[in-house]
């Protein structure tokens, strides 16, 4: 177990492009919107958490592309689904990986992305819990989209196709909670959603993802 | 013979294409009777002798178009996700073929519920396309039905074709209340009573009863649809078979 931890550590840490180019896309996408968006404050403020959700969105969905592809060409993820003992562990593993570098650390560049979108200070703990609780739904859900489209040499778009509308509900609370907050009301109830979208995600996207990834390999 | 035994014997034999083809050819026929009757009976009595809406005029008549294409749509999904739990447990041959059947009936379903939405849209919210809650779900709905259709346009090999599709119509099973519930609940949050006239206002029994029987019409046609098309890919998919060719040399 924390062999293997470490080795998928070192495998994240390894490979920096697959961290940082997404990463760089979720700034070029915030500085798109800036620019090409309204640039009244208060306009801005109505649409930051949308947006916001959107972008963890779409830079998600370049993430998870190459979140078993690397594997899947070299071998490794065969014999990773073949020989151990309990697969989903280690495919659990990997896309806690993924969530890392992705739904973590927008978590944690929050406070200046929401700077950035032109989001009013208070609500900044208010994202940070909001991405903290629904992202992971995200890379548990791509995931199995990301192990079903595995195989294809141009899977980025099925995968979007796939995933985006089984997403629908993180968007919708997403946003909400935050546009709830910039409007002074209550959010508990979208934040408490996020959540059990997560858990629902948890319970059935490692067993998903393992089921896709056999598919996938018999394909090869 | 008990009827747990019963069950169990009806359910192996399911699991036989053959056996399917031999017995559905009647269904077939039964569900294409009864939907042309349905249908003709409830398009004539809607159109020509329901009552008009008081608010809406006759434009309400889209409803009984509207209604049950949206309705057999949602159930066909369901029905994919449950041939898919099927195939995934018992690896059925016949539940792929079911969902081989279901999906273009379903996109052309949810299409038409969301194009006759827009054309009733038109005259009594002044608006042909709104995001509302439903709305959203339906298009969502047609989004899974794309998705799984893309899926098994992707892959080439038949079993892992199958599999894949019934994988993804599981997790859109398990997803599609979340997605319904949230988008309904959005959209309450963005649109507070705006829309009071899709509340439909309790209705007498002059303009439900004919939206009973389209509804009944469309199961039936969905139900003759799908059985011609499973028929259809068992014939291809088994066309190497011995019975296949005996029942193609003597036209059964």
Same mark, same amino acid.
């Given at each position: 177990m924390g062999g293997l931890l470490r080795r998928e550590w070192q495998v994240l840490a390894r490979n920096r492009a697959q961290v940082i180019n997404p990463l760089a896309f979720l700034f070029l996408a915030v500085m798109l919107f800036a620019v090409g968006?309204?640039?009244?404050d208060n306009t801005r403020a109505q649409y930051g958490g949308a947006v916001l959700w959107l972008i963890v969105l779409l830079t998600n969905m370049l993430s998870l592309d190459a979140l078993f592809r690397r594997d899947y060409d070299n071998g490794v993820l065969e014999q990773v689904v073949c +020989?151990?003992?309990?697969?989903f562990l280690v495919i659990l593993l990997r896309i806690g990986m993924q969530w890392l570098s992705t739904g973590a650390l927008v978590t944690l560049l929050a406070p200046f992305l929401c700077l950035l979108l032109g989001l009013? +200070?208070?609500?900044t703990a208010t994202a940070m819990l909001a991405l903290a609780l629904g992202s992971p739904a995200i890379s548990l859900l791509g995931a199995v989209g990301a192990a079903l489209t595995v195989?294809?040499?141009?899977g980025g778009i099925l995968l979007g196709l796939l995933v985006l509308p089984l997403l629908l509900p993180v968007l919708i609370f997403g946003t909400s909670a935050i546009n709830q907050e910039v409007a002074g009301i209550t959010n508990n109830a979208q934040l408490y959603w996020l959540g059990f979208i997560s858990m629902v995600a948890l319970t059935i996207g490692p067993f998903a993802t393992t089921a896709g990834l056999r598919i996938s390999l018999q394909m090869q | 013979m008990s009827f747990t035994s019963s069950i169990k014997t009806l359910w192996h034999k399911l699991g036989s294409p053959r056996w399917f083809y031999q017995m559905s050819g009647p269904w077939v026929i039964g569900f294409g009777i009864a939907a042309l009757v349905l249908l003709g009976v409830g398009a004539v009595w809607a159109l020509g002798f329901a009552p008009p809406d008081y608010q809406q005029g006759n434009s309400f008549r889209i409803m009984y178009v509207h209604v049950p294409a949206a309705m057999v749509a949602q159930s066909i999904y369901m029905s994919m996700g449950v041939a898919g739990l099927v195939l995934f447990v018992w690896r059925m041959k016949l539940a792929d073929v079911a969902i081989a059947a279901c999906l273009p009936l379903g996109m052309v379903l949810t299409a038409l519920a969301l194009f006759s939405g827009g054309v009733w849209g038109?005259?009594?919210?002044?608006?042909?396309?709104?995001?509302?809650g439903r709305t959203v779900s339906t298009l969502v709905l047609l989004f899974l039905f794309i998705g799984i259709y893309a899926l098994r346009e992707a892959i080439e090999d038949a079993g892992l074709k199958a599999r894949a599709s019934a994988l993804v119509a599981m997790i859109g099973t398990i997803n599609i209340p979340i997605i319904k519930y949230s988008v309904e609940w959005w959209h309450t949050l963005h649109q507070?009573?705006?829309?009071?006239?899709?509340?439909?206002?309790?209705?007498?029994p002059e303009m439900y009863l004919p939206l009973l029987v389209m509804v009944l019409g469309m199961y039936a046609f969905a139900g003759h649809n799908i059985i011609s098309r499973m028929r259809n890919q068992i014939l291809v998919r088994e066309s190497r078979t011995h019975w296949v060719r005996e029942a193609m040399a003597t036209g059964g």
């Amino acid at each position: 177990m924390g062999g293997l931890l470490r080795r998928e550590w070192q495998v994240l840490a390894r490979n920096r492009a697959q961290v940082i180019n997404p990463l760089a896309f979720l700034f070029l996408a915030v500085m798109l919107f800036a620019v090409g968006g309204p640039l009244e404050d208060n306009t801005r403020a109505q649409y930051g958490g949308a947006v916001l959700w959107l972008i963890v969105l779409l830079t998600n969905m370049l993430s998870l592309d190459a979140l078993f592809r690397r594997d899947y060409d070299n071998g490794v993820l065969e014999q990773v689904v073949c +020989g151990a003992d309990v697969p989903f562990l280690v495919i659990l593993l990997r896309i806690g990986m993924q969530w890392l570098s992705t739904g973590a650390l927008v978590t944690l560049l929050a406070p200046f992305l929401c700077l950035l979108l032109g989001l009013p +200070g208070h609500v900044t703990a208010t994202a940070m819990l909001a991405l903290a609780l629904g992202s992971p739904a995200i890379s548990l859900l791509g995931a199995v989209g990301a192990a079903l489209t595995v195989g294809f040499s141009r899977g980025g778009i099925l995968l979007g196709l796939l995933v985006l509308p089984l997403l629908l509900p993180v968007l919708i609370f997403g946003t909400s909670a935050i546009n709830q907050e910039v409007a002074g009301i209550t959010n508990n109830a979208q934040l408490y959603w996020l959540g059990f979208i997560s858990m629902v995600a948890l319970t059935i996207g490692p067993f998903a993802t393992t089921a896709g990834l056999r598919i996938s390999l018999q394909m090869q | 013979m008990s009827f747990t035994s019963s069950i169990k014997t009806l359910w192996h034999k399911l699991g036989s294409p053959r056996w399917f083809y031999q017995m559905s050819g009647p269904w077939v026929i039964g569900f294409g009777i009864a939907a042309l009757v349905l249908l003709g009976v409830g398009a004539v009595w809607a159109l020509g002798f329901a009552p008009p809406d008081y608010q809406q005029g006759n434009s309400f008549r889209i409803m009984y178009v509207h209604v049950p294409a949206a309705m057999v749509a949602q159930s066909i999904y369901m029905s994919m996700g449950v041939a898919g739990l099927v195939l995934f447990v018992w690896r059925m041959k016949l539940a792929d073929v079911a969902i081989a059947a279901c999906l273009p009936l379903g996109m052309v379903l949810t299409a038409l519920a969301l194009f006759s939405g827009g054309v009733w849209g038109k005259p009594t919210w002044g608006t042909w396309w709104e995001w509302d809650g439903r709305t959203v779900s339906t298009l969502v709905l047609l989004f899974l039905f794309i998705g799984i259709y893309a899926l098994r346009e992707a892959i080439e090999d038949a079993g892992l074709k199958a599999r894949a599709s019934a994988l993804v119509a599981m997790i859109g099973t398990i997803n599609i209340p979340i997605i319904k519930y949230s988008v309904e609940w959005w959209h309450t949050l963005h649109q507070p009573a705006s829309f009071t006239l899709t509340e439909k206002p309790a209705m007498p029994p002059e303009m439900y009863l004919p939206l009973l029987v389209m509804v009944l019409g469309m199961y039936a046609f969905a139900g003759h649809n799908i059985i011609s098309r499973m028929r259809n890919q068992i014939l291809v998919r088994e066309s190497r078979t011995h019975w296949v060719r005996e029942a193609m040399a003597t036209g059964g």
